[in-house]
């Protein structure tokens, strides 16, 4: 089950400049993408999220943009801070009665450098 | 800060033992949901949980597997048997229904 992917499993960005971080979906029925960063035996932590009614949402340092007929999904983090070094999933949903189940991609590393 | 809550942070268990992992979520959250991450691989949706049901459950939830919230303030997963295969960090997250979820700190479980 790949519907959400990421394809990069590690990036490594100088501090100051900027890290994109990139996810693929292949299930149309997506309609709510959200960015997480976790440490190691810590749970995620909630970034950015964006509905499919938009192409981008801005957070501070964090920027999400959507582009729906690629189904890719970009977070841009600028500039990049030594604190930002973790690991970063992408998720994506939809909506049924009972809530959004996530379906997460596999992360991707980043480390941050001096 | 409102945050989800778990205990224990690590259980050890014996094969065929039965485990409760228990969770706090957000007050004011009325969806509930366990996902778990086995090492090295991705987060994995387990259940969600709304108006004291099941809403969704991925075919890993099987059922040796069962959700509670006996008290309005606990979320409970309870694994009947458990196996070897079920060592894993188990995360509770809780949503209000606008699409963000948070996560609690997990539960590492280990099945020797």
């Known amino acids: 089950d790949q519907q959400v992917k990421q394809n990069s499993p590690s990036l490594s960005v100088q501090e100051g400049r900027i890290s994109i971080l990139n996810c693929d979906y292949t299930?149309?029925?997506?309609?709510?993408f959200l960015w997480y960063k976790k440490y190691p035996a810590e749970g995620p932590t909630f970034l950015i999220s964006?509905?499919?009614?938009?192409d981008k949402n801005e957070d501070g340092r964090f920027t999400v943009f959507l582009n729906k007929s690629a189904k890719h999904l970009s977070l841009h983090i600028v500039p990049s801070q030594p604190g930002d070094s973790a690991v970063y999933f992408c998720?994506?949903?939809?909506?049924?009665?009972?809530?959004?189940?996530?379906?997460f991609g596999t992360g991707t590393q980043l480390k941050v450098e001096l | 800060e409102p945050e989800v809550t778990q205990t224990p942070s690590h259980q050890v268990t014996q094969m065929g033992q039965e485990v409760i992992l228990r969770c706090v979520p957000i007050?004011?959250?009325?969806?509930f949901y366990w996902y778990r991450q086995i090492l090295g691989q991705k987060v994995e949706f387990l259940v969600s949980?709304?108006?004291?049901?099941?809403?969704?459950k991925s075919e890993i939830f099987d059922d040796q597997f069962s959700v509670e919230r006996p008290d309005g303030s606990n979320f409970t997963l309870k694994i009947r048997s458990t196996k070897l295969e079920d060592s894993a960090m188990y995360f509770c997250?809780?949503?209000?229904?606008?699409?963000?979820?948070?996560f609690g700190p997990g539960t590492r479980l280990t099945v020797t």
């Open positions: 998720a994506a949903s939809f909506f049924t009665g009972g809530g959004n189940k996530l379906t």
């Open positions: 299930n149309s029925m997506f309609d709510y």
């Open positions: 997250a809780s949503g209000s229904g606008t699409g963000e979820q948070y």
């Open positions: 964006i509905s499919s009614i938009k």
């Open positions: 949980f709304y108006n004291n049901e099941i809403s969704e």
């Open positions: 007050s004011n959250h009325l969806y």
